[in-house]
């Protein structure tokens, strides 16, 4: 059971926009950024959005990230078939002596 | 660039120690970089397991705490993990990462499989 909550599944054509939900509370979304990860299996996740809405270095410009309140979305614009992966998102949880959680990731097909 | 390899046992008897290292190359190791474990259950998410910095400060996972010690050779330039006490539900893909900047963890180790069986 994860702490933040993300939808199993999403799904999109190619050249769509879709957009990946992830919830938490007060003690981790609504008091820190939130990162998100893409995730090929068999490969290194990798970074696509950290600070909310900030895109590391080589990340499109069709990724971008929002948080509002205890939620954060990842929308991801121009829909491409290489976008087919797994995507995670991240946040530093206050509770107990403070850790970082995780959604427990979002499964994205490219129809 | 920085790069990360894990190295370690793939296969694990319950109630063994797990013992991975995380080679780091391109990279000081004594950078101000936080340097951490991550693992991923077979159909599950992504779990934090902690991070180390190059003095020795570290931050465990309080769930995993009791059972975690992270160390980091700096002759090597490499750091490493230990979890004690293992059962079937630490059989995961353990990941290497590092955070230059806070808990944003910019780069990962392709990750290693660790089974625990009897």
């Known amino acids: 059971q994860s702490v933040l909550t993300q939808p199993p599944s999403a799904s999109g054509t190619p050249g769509q926009r879709v957009t990946i939900s992830c919830s938490g509370s007060s003690s981790n979304i609504g008091s820190n950024a939130v990162n998100w990860y893409q995730h090929l299996p068999g490969t290194a996740p990798k970074l696509l959005i950290y600070?909310?809405?900030q895109r590391p270095s080589g990340v499109p410009d069709r990724f971008s990230g929002s948080k509002s309140g205890t939620s954060a979305s990842l929308a991801i614009s121009g829909l491409q078939s290489e976008d087919e992966a797994d995507y995670h998102c991240?946040?530093?949880?206050?509770?107990?002596?403070?850790?970082?959680?995780f959604g427990g990731g979002t499964k994205l097909t490219v129809l | 660039q920085v790069q990360l390899q894990e190295s370690g046992p793939g296969l694990l008897k319950p109630s063994d120690t797990l013992s991975l290292t995380c080679a780091v190359t391109?990279?000081?190791?004594?950078?101000?970089?936080?340097w951490g474990w991550l693992r991923q259950p077979p159909g599950k998410g992504l779990e934090w397991i902690g991070y180390i910095y190059f003095n020795g400060k570290t931050k465990y996972n309080p769930s995993l705490k009791s059972r975690v010690t992270m160390s980091v050779d700096t002759s090597k330039n490499q750091f490493s993990l230990k979890l004690s006490s293992v059962t079937a539900l630490d059989t995961a893909v353990y990941y290497c990462?590092?955070?230059?900047?806070?808990?944003?963890?910019?780069?990962w180790g392709q990750g290693t499989l660790v089974t625990v069986s009897s």
């Open positions: 990462a590092t955070a230059s900047v806070g808990y944003n963890f910019d780069k």
């Open positions: 991240a946040t530093w949880d206050d509770s107990l002596s403070g850790l970082l959680v």
């Open positions: 600070s909310n809405n």
């Open positions: 391109g990279y000081s190791i004594i950078s101000s970089n936080w």
